[in-house]
């Protein structure tokens, strides 16, 4: 037989757990994780079932978050290949705690290709249609807008462009966990809170 490792077991369970214990309404996911928010309704559902015949609910039954565009971000390395925490190259992704050089430096080794112009959806440019996707997910432009502005623009010039999009986009959330993370009285009064 195969060896299967309980890791691939275990995961829907534990995030349909973490889902319901913070009784979360809308929940965030791609569209390869859509079956794992599935089975988080059924354990609510079942625990409703079994438990509170009469009684007030105990779970909410979250429902899917998914956006069109950008739900999926592929690898910066490769195209084809969706973005993760989990991958052996550092530079196929951008961690949320990047600092703006090495953003920049990630964004300007990205893959590309040889091609003039930027377009989406050309089975050829996968490169250029999740770099493209990127930067609509960070600008909130329409993809008109975004094709005016930047498709002419080479490889080289639309590299920084991006990067600089990607750190503006960042810069709250990382403002944000450095001030959380300095306040240690906070965390340590959250970490006694929860327990």
């Not at 275990?10 to 994780?33: N, R, S, T, W």
């Amino acid at each position: 037989g195969e060896n299967v490792g309980v890791g691939l077991f275990d995961y829907p369970v534990l995030m349909a757990a973490d889902i319901l214990l913070y009784q979360a309404g809308l929940v965030p996911v791609g569209e390869d994780q859509r079956q794992h928010l599935e089975l988080t309704r059924d354990i609510a559902r079942r625990f409703h079932d079994l438990y509170c015949k009469r009684k007030k609910r105990v779970f909410r039954e979250p429902k899917a978050l998914i956006v069109k565009e950008g739900a999926r971000v592929m690898s910066l390395t490769d195209g084809r290949a969706k973005m993760s925490k989990s991958a052996e190259l550092d530079n196929s992704r951008i961690n949320l705690n990047d600092d703006p050089a090495t953003i920049a430096r990630k964004i300007k080794k990205c893959k590309s290709d040889e091609f003039t112009g930027l377009e989406w959806d050309n089975p050829d440019r996968p490169e250029a249609t999740n770099l493209l996707n990127i930067y609509q997910a960070v600008t909130g432009m329409e993809r008109d807008a975004i094709l005016a502005e930047v498709g002419d623009l080479s490889w080289g010039g639309f590299k920084p462009r991006l990067a600089d999009a990607v750190v503006a986009h960042l810069e709250p959330i990382q403002l944000k966990y450095a001030e959380v993370s300095a306040d240690k009285a906070y965390l340590s009064g959250v970490l006694k809170s929860g327990a």
